[in-house]
């Protein structure tokens, strides 16, 4: 009863403890003038910051949403205010209108690669046109080739795309056992790695003898293979098999369906039960379940 007594106290006395010491300590005091003053510092910049000189102007990053974030303050330049069309400006030209060579050299780049301005607004979506020469420049703006042609040709891009696509994904149909990693590679979302995959769990297998057991691959992933199910073709090669009545633990336990434990029971089941009559026999054995036997049967055999 003591004994209890006492540790109840000890309880109560760690419980209170905090408590207690909260109660005796004194609270500490923070000077906030310090605090206050950088603060009223930093206002004091900010309103600064905000004065900046008419000389300089901010860059802004541009996206196709008409979105923008301030990049880099340059030094403004000096332009000129004339119409231009911007499929067909010189140098320069894009350097009278005020320019930077950088920005220059991106739409020299776009409309060399083919790209053209087909109304006002694109010329908005060039990376790196600040704002401020977007509001400047675009009232100047007079595209020439806007109408029936312009159309046709946008359109005539769009169908050359769409059979460029249409084509890369018309693909033949491979075997499942007879094709290497490039066969394997040449389908949809199958890379090196898949592919070098899929050929190292057929030869742990000894071969497919189903177009299922490609979708048992490690970290191949289900959408893919429901992808290529219908490019994959069984073929007609046949399986390698393992003697049930003389292979060895080690050797059986190498194949992905049967293990170890399962290795080891059709084992120790021969051992104790003589040589097996039919591959049917190691149903026989506790482990070896319906699903197992259906997926291990194809490589088994008695001789």
């Known amino acids: 009863r003591k004994g209890v007594l006492f540790v109840m106290c000890i309880i109560l006395s760690i419980v209170f403890l905090p408590y207690v010491c909260n109660f005796f300590a004194k609270e500490k005091k923070y000077d906030q003038s310090e605090f206050a003053s950088e603060i009223a510092l930093l206002k004091i910049k900010k309103t600064d910051s905000t004065h900046q000189p008419k000389n300089f102007y901010e860059s802004e990053i541009s996206f196709n949403d008409g979105s923008a974030i301030p990049a880099t303050r340059y030094e403004a330049l000096p332009h000129e205010e004339f119409y231009f069309d911007p499929n067909t400006a010189s140098v320069a030209e894009w350097k009278r209108l005020g320019l930077r060579e950088k920005t220059i050299h991106t739409i020299n780049n776009y409309i060399a690669k083919g790209g053209k301005f087909y ?112 490019q994959l073709l069984p073929g007609n090669a046949p ?32 051992q104790q039960h003589g040589p097996y ?27």
């Open 119 to 230: 109304k006002t607004e694109d010329l908005a979506k060039i990376w790196g046109l600040s704002q401020s020469d977007k509001k400047r420049l675009l009232p100047y703006v007079r595209i020439a080739t806007v109408g029936t042609a312009t159309a046709t040709e946008a359109k005539e891009r769009v169908n050359y795309a769409a059979e460029k696509i249409r084509t890369t994904k018309t693909l033949q149909p491979i075997d499942i056992n007879l094709s290497d990693t490039n066969a394997y590679m040449s389908l949809s979302g199958i890379g090196s790695k898949l592919s070098k995959r899929i050929i190292a769990f057929r030869e742990k297998l000894g071969g497919f003898y189903s177009v299922e057991q490609v979708g048992e691959t490690f970290l191949l992933p289900d959408s893919t293979f429901q992808k290529i199910k219908k």
């Open 239 to 270: 399986v390698k098999k393992i003697n049930i009545n003389s292979a060895s633990v080690d050797e059986m336990k190498s194949h992905p369906y049967l293990r170890f434990n399962i290795a080891n029971a059709i084992f120790q089941y021969r």
């Open 277 to 303: 009559e039919k591959v049917e026999d190691i149903k026989k054995i506790m482990v070896v379940t319906d699903d197992v036997f259906t997926k291990a049967a194809p490589y088994l055999s008695i001789e």
